[in-house]
């Protein structure tokens, strides 16, 4: 891996690391061999393939809310749309908005994300919540340009970040409500910061830059207070950098972060308060393959993400969605599918609720096409 060099390389580096949040992520899906029969006795998966919104061709998962209702962004040529699935209705439809992407889904269901707002020819996106087949617009922080919605909470508190340009690393974190608007979580003493995820207490986390002489980012987490609100550095596992990407009810945090200086690879980790876990990876320890991300947990410590396979020699990498538990670490998703659900290969989980069901981005490898599903724990095979 390259060394850190000056100061402005390394900003480089950094804007190109929070440009977007990695909760799609689903290519390199070369070959991947699943076919492995689930042991009895242990539970296992049935997929549920969401289908794809009117008009649109494929899409992509972000969360999940404890009714089982999906939210995230339907694509169809140079046009997207932010989806609302029912998990009753079994009915996937357009949240509203021009252009829209969906992000987060509220235990209200309320689903958050961004959409163009404007004359056709200053059209810019903006933070936005849908209901009803409209999108209402959030604004943006002050000076800024362009902002998204990550997360809500019951309470209508939406969390996100504002900036100079879209999904850039430019921005500032920000919750809003209907009564105070957007409002600044400030930083953990640089200049920029991303909120990713809120629970139903209030507790925000995400990724902010540091006062250090180089451009570092850490994850934090933010208690909101009657003075405005406190931010606290949850540290790295290691090197550099970590950013905060999911938050359950006991203010756990999940996300990745460097192990090493002068490294660029990540590992996923649980902070239980107190400390930063690393969750390992699936790949081979020291290579490239050794990568993983973590994007959700319940209130289970239950968490899920994406990691990779190394492949044969000469042959890319193999990203595969994971689930873990401190019962029995990290595992690969695929090899928990039943029946049907083996005619998909899981790249990336992106949620998980309280119940254990899990969204996730898939490839169908019976039409070649790139779909969201939704994972639903079946009880173990009845020992004969």
Wanted: glycine share 14%; proline share 2%.
């Amino acid at each position: 891996m390259e060394k850190r060099g000056t100061q402005t390389s390394t900003k480089e580096r950094e804007k190109d690391k929070m440009k977007t949040l990695p909760v799609i992520l689903i290519g390199l899906m070369a070959c991947l061999a699943i076919g492995i029969t689930t042991a009895r006795g242990q539970v296992g998966y049935s997929v549920e393939d969401l289908g794809v919104v009117k008009g649109m061709e494929t899409s992509e998962v972000v969360a999940l809310n404890n009714q089982g209702n999906v939210a995230g962004t339907g694509y169809g040529g140079s046009h997207s749309c932010a989806f609302k699935y029912d998990y009753l209705t079994k009915f996937m439809e357009d949240a509203g908005g021009f252009n829209s992407r969906g992000f987060g889904i509220s235990s209200t269901n309320m689903v958050v994300g961004d959409a163009f707002f404007g004359p056709a020819m200053l059209s810019r996106s903006h933070a936005a919540m849908f209901s009803g087949g409209i999108a209402k617009e959030l604004g943006v922080m002050k000076g800024q340009v362009y902002s998204r919605a990550n997360a809500a909470n019951g309470a209508g508190q939406v969390v996100g970040f504002s900036g100079a340009t879209r999904d850039g690393s430019d921005s500032r974190a920000f919750v809003w409500t209907y009564y105070t608007g957007m409002k600044d979580l400030g930083t953990l003493g640089g200049a920029y910061a991303q909120a990713n995820a809120i629970n139903e207490a209030g507790f925000i986390t995400g990724t902010a830059q540091t006062a250090a002489m180089f451009v570092v980012t850490h994850a934090f987490i933010y208690q909101k207070s009657a003075t405005g609100g406190t931010m606290r550095d949850l540290g790295v596992l290691g090197g550099h950098s970590s950013y905060g990407m999911a938050i359950n009810a006991y203010n756990h945090v999940v996300g990745y972060s460097t192990r090493e200086a002068n490294s660029e690879r990540f590992h996923a980790f649980l902070h239980n308060t107190k400390n930063m876990i690393d969750l390992g990876s699936l790949g081979l320890k020291g290579t490239d393959s050794d990568v993983s991300v973590a994007l959700g947990i319940n209130k289970s410590d239950h968490v899920v993400g994406y990691t990779y396979l190394a492949g044969a020699p000469g042959m890319p990498l193999h990203q595969v969605a994971f689930l873990w538990r401190k019962a029995g670490g990290m595992v690969d998703l695929n090899t928990l599918l039943y029946g049907p659900g083996r005619n998909y290969r899981l790249t990336s989980a992106a949620a998980i609720n309280d119940d254990g069901q899990i969204v996730a981005n898939a490839y169908d490898k019976q039409t070649g096409g790139l779909r969201a599903v939704l994972l639903t724990p079946t009880p173990p095979t009845p020992a004969h």
